[in-house]
């Protein structure tokens, strides 16, 4: 049995999230998977191109389809993935799932932490497969695909495994009646509510995936894989590996599938709309995902994470120029392709404190501005702290960025990608609007495009991100402060709209940044989306507890 051979790495994911502290079952350096990894990774992706994807178990197949295009080079993959029926992907998973539902938590969970055992062979060879179909630089490619998402999926097993649990298989339960008693048997089943569907997202394939997958799976239910047909083979190269796991151990691989479709035929809306689809879990932009907790019904169970618009709160600091330093590289970060990214700056026009006086708003936007400018001209930080725009469409909407009306304090431009000449690549555009000007940064603004917010004072700040969070949701709000009360305002204004601060964030740790195991990825509690990775919510939502009684004579 699996679970014996795993159950230490369970036991320590159990542990870790109930007490949120630093764990890593997968080590983020590539340097921990040996000297042969890196190399064979690679060449195993160049042996994928301008093929069929030949590994899936799905055997009943309509056509052949892709259309990724790699962010640097510009030039088509030329893999084509199965395109299956809807009718066909649910029935086959609806069987699936029979069989699956059957298996008790701990042989589930065995199974499924193989399949992350499994997975992390395949870390570099998904690492390049990320960095081109999303632009994430290799090293975010391999950090973000390989061992942060198979962390985050462990997360979600332990959280499955102890709630799974939290109720005994079988009690006795006798109640006292003067003379007699009356005695029954009770049994409590979890019982999981049905097929899965996950819909993934362009810039973060596999790890905005795994967890609800890894979530669906755990707790009994198929799951169904529907990635955007921009970025299909991370994706892709995963399931084929929990496929091979679920057969190698006796299960049928149906359990989880590809659901390939292209853009000019999409079938998210079919297969989001199925009766016998019970599960969904979205990532991506707020108009598709809001058509998707429209669907919400008691038949139906939606997880989503949305656009939010995330704000920074300047108020005072202890090292302006460490925190301009942070504050550019998390701009500039796949160069702002990231749901955590920070977009609108709250800067009171009086400036702001720190140990040798008061910094003029002005002199706040110029360091910010250098920066940035420093950071993204450095050979040995630009190129590959950017990365590459993963579509011309957000590549335009930046290029557009100074047509919104606001003062242009920055424009960005191509950075010169020395390996690959041809990347979409733009460097963060940094844009001054007045508090007034509602219209422009009242909206996501997706990609590396920066507004600085001049605001009265630090609480007309607090007003304006709490507002922003409220209604138009936000994941993540950073903050600089050395004022004990202030901190405590800025907590309590943001929380209430259920929206994490990151405070005084300098060094190498940055507010996009969310650990498993301990962070909890999105609040589920304002527009952003109505889920966490990974609280109990996430998990316990996916199945019904049961309780059948026998009496005893």
């Not at 091979?244 to 853009?263: I, K």
Request: proline share 6%; charged share 20%.
């Amino acid at each position: 049995m699996l679970i014996a051979k795993h159950q230490n790495i369970i036991d320590k994911a159990v542990k870790a999230n109930q007490e949120r502290t630093f764990y890593a079952q997968y080590p983020e350096h590539p340097k921990a998977y040996g000297e042969e990894a890196p190399p064979q990774g690679e060449a195993s992706f160049k042996e994928l191109l301008d093929k069929p994807f030949p590994r899936l178990k799905q055997k009943v197949i309509e056509s052949w389809h892709g259309e990724e295009v790699s962010p640097y080079t510009l030039q088509p993959l030329g893999i084509t993935y199965p395109v299956v029926s809807t009718d066909e992907l649910v029935k086959a998973g609806k069987r699936a799932g029979q069989r699956w539902s059957q298996l008790s938590v701990a042989d589930r969970a065995g199974i499924l932490t193989e399949t992350l055992e499994k997975i992390q062979h395949h870390f570099f060879e998904i690492a390049h497969a990320t960095m081109h179909t999303t632009g994430q630089s290799f090293m975010m490619s391999f950090q973000a695909s390989g061992p942060h998402a198979n962390d985050r999926a462990l997360e979600a097993i332990a959280m499955g495994y102890s709630q799974l649990q939290h109720f005994p298989e079988h009690q006795t339960w006798e109640k006292p009646m003067g003379k007699i008693s009356v005695k029954l048997e009770k049994t409590f089943r979890p019982v999981p509510k049905g097929l899965g569907l996950v819909i993934g997202c362009s810039t973060f394939p596999v790890w905005n995936s795994l967890p609800g997958m890894y979530a669906d799976l755990i707790t009994g239910n198929a799951v169904i894989v529907k990635p955007h047909p921009k970025a299909v083979l991370p994706i892709a190269i995963v399931v084929a590996a929990i496929q091979q796991v679920l057969e190698e151990n006796g299960q049928d691989p149906y359990t989880c599938q590809l659901a390939a479709d292209s853009s000019a035929a999409p079938i998210t809306k079919a297969l989001s709309e199925h009766p016998d689809v019970a599960l969904i879990d979205y990532t991506g932009g707020s108009a598709f995902g809001n058509y998707v907790e429209s669907l919400a019904s008691p038949r139906k169970t939606v997880f989503t994470e949305k656009a939010g618009v995330n704000s920074v709160i300047l108020d005072s600091v202890k090292d302006i120029d460490a925190v301009m330093q942070n504050l550019a590289f998390s701009v500039s970060l796949y160069s702002g392709q990231m749901c955590t990214a920070p977009q609108n700056f709250f800067i009171p026009e009086g400036g702001i404190d720190t140990p040798n006086g008061k910094i003029s708003y002005d002199e706040v936007a110029q360091k910010f501005k250098a920066a940035i400018e420093g950071l993204v001209n450095n050979p040995k930080m630009g190129a590959g702290t950017l990365g590459a725009v993963q579509n011309e469409a957000t590549l335009q909407r930046v290029k557009a960025a100074g047509e919104t009306g606001a003062k242009v304090l920055l424009s960005g431009a191509p950075v010169t990608n020395e390996e690959y000449a041809g990347a979409r690549t733009y460097s963060p555009t940094v844009l001054e609007v007045n508090a007034s000007d509602t219209k422009i940064f009242e909206q996501e603004l997706f990609g590396p495009v920066v507004l600085l917010v001049k605001t009265k004072d630090t609480a007309h700040s607090i007003e304006l991100a709490r507002g922003m969070a409220d209604n138009h949701g936000a994941i993540t709000c950073a903050a600089y402060t050395t004022n004990d009360a202030v901190k405590e305002k800025i907590a309590d204004a943001m929380n209430s709209v259920f929206t994490p601060v990151s405070f005084n964030f300098t060094g190498f740790i940055w507010v996009n940044q969310h650990a498993a195991f301990s962070d909890l990825h999105v609040s589920g509690g304002n527009p952003a989306g109505n889920a966490s990775f990974t609280n109990p919510e996430f998990i316990v939502k996916r199945f019904v507890w049961v309780g059948n009684r026998t009496y005893v004579d």
